[in-house]
Nanobody, 123 residues
Framework: QVQLVESGGGLVQAGDSLRLSCTAS????????MGWFRQAPGKEREFVAV????????YYADSVKGRFTISRDNAKSTVYLQMNSLTPGDTAVYYC????????????????WGPGTQVTVSS
């Protein structure tokens, strides 16, 4: 089992930045590829970014490319999502997830999920 807990969400204005953190406990964090997903009210959960267990590969959704950066610190069992130039369209609950098989963009491929953290961007 891997337990994941997100933090860092909040209410910000358009153009602001936020950094989300997701800390893992349980099994060896460095064995897992880590993803960030988000879900806005009335919408399906969507892929945001993923990072390989080594930190050497990252992939992003087109909607956040150039604005968001995913990173990880295996020594701290933590993955981060730096979000810049936020817009109201980024308003959602943000979830981190762990996948030991691949750097997938599909939420069904992920084994473990955190409870989520709310990000609200006002215009």
């Amino acid at each position: 089992q891997v337990q994941l807990v997100e933090s860092g969400g909040g209410l910000v204005q358009a153009g602001d930045s936020l950094r989300l953190s997701c800390t893992a406990s349980g099994r060896t964090f460095s064995n897992y590829n880590m993803g960030w997903f988000r879900q806005a009210p009335g919408k399906e959960r969507e892929f945001v970014a993923v990072i390989h267990w080594s930190g050497g590969r990252t992939y992003y959704a087109d909607s956040v490319k150039g604005r968001f950066t995913i990173s990880r610190d295996n020594a701290k069992s933590t993955v981060y999502l730096q979000m810049n130039s936020l817009t109201p369209g980024d308003t959602a609950v943000y979830y981190c997830a762990a996948d030991h098989r691949s750097t997938s963009y599909r939420n069904l491929d992920y084994d473990y999920w955190g409870p989520g953290t709310q990000v609200t961007v006002s215009s």
